[in-house]
Every structure is written in C-alpha cells, then in structure tokens.
C-alpha cells in the first residue's frame, strides 16, 4: 500500500500541482504586499491621505460607542463593521493575480500555436534527372544541367 501511495504521490501531474499551489501561494503574499504597500498608499495620498485598508462602517456599536479610526479600535471595541476598504485592496489583488495569469495564459497559447504552425512552403525540389536537390524556381539543374522546363 505504501508503495502504491509512494508511486501516486510522485507522478508527475501530483507534483507538478503541489509545485503551483505552492508558488500561486507565495505569488498571493507578494500581491498582497504590492497592493497594500505599494499600490495603496500613493492611491490613498492622492484622495487626501486616505488608508483604504481602514475604510469601515459601523453597522451596530460594540460596548464603547463613538467613533473609531480604525478597524482594529473599532473590533477592539466589540463594534460590527463592514470593512469596504479591504474588499478594495482585495479586488486590486485579484485583478493583478488574474492579469498575471492571463500573461502567463496568453504567453503559452503562444507557444502552442508556434509548435503548431503548418509547414513552410518548399524552397527546393529533386531533380527528375540525376535527384539532386536544386531551387523550386529552376528551370535547369546546377549539377546536371539538364532543362527542367521540359519536363
């Protein structure tokens, strides 16, 4: 059992899946990081210095009523909120990941139709005389001399 176990994990396609998971992971964290640290703050600066991850609306008070500036005080405090500012900053994430995976898609699709090109129009021909290999444009044979024109 244990080898067949051995067998199934080591196939290729297992592999090669466990390999993407593992990448479209560390891909993920990186996205994320260039959305929040990079793409957002210059974004949130031009609005008027707004932090969209701490963009929220109070939907019910917690036990400190009032008004929080962030989400973390507003939790803190047992408020209900409904946090738009990080659906923002997800829906960024997401369409970078989908452009990034579109390129990649595109970018093979490429690649298959390069390996499936139909083969280039001939350049040469045999010569019916002495079969050497002459330009499908001759009328006389390089090596033979004999006039191609006839036959």
């Not at 949130?44 to 036990?63: E, H, M, Y």
């Not at 369409?95 to 898609?105: D, E, G, K, S, Y």
Request: glycine share 8%.
């Amino acid at each position: 059992m244990f080898k067949e176990f051995k067998e199934f994990a080591m196939r290729g396609n297992v592999v090669d899946m466990a390999v993407g998971i593992i990448i479209g992971a560390a891909f993920g964290t990186i996205v994320k990081s260039l959305v929040a640290d990079i793409i957002m703050p210059p974004i949130g600066l031009l609005l008027g210095n707004v932090d969209f991850s701490n963009l929220f609306a109070v939907i019910k008070q917690g036990s400190v009523s009032g008004t929080f500036a962030t989400v973390a005080e507003a939790q803190k405090a047992g408020a209900v909120t409904i946090n738009y500012g990080m659906f923002i900053n997800t829906i960024i994430s997401f369409l970078i990941v989908a452009f990034a995976v579109f390129l990649l898609v595109k970018g093979l699709n490429t690649l298959k139709r390069q390996e499936e090109a139909p083969p280039k129009e001939p350049t040469t021909k045999e010569c019916p005389h002495c079969f050497s290999e002459i330009p499908i444009k001759a009328t006389r044979c390089g090596f033979c001399t004999s006039d191609l024109q006839a036959t």
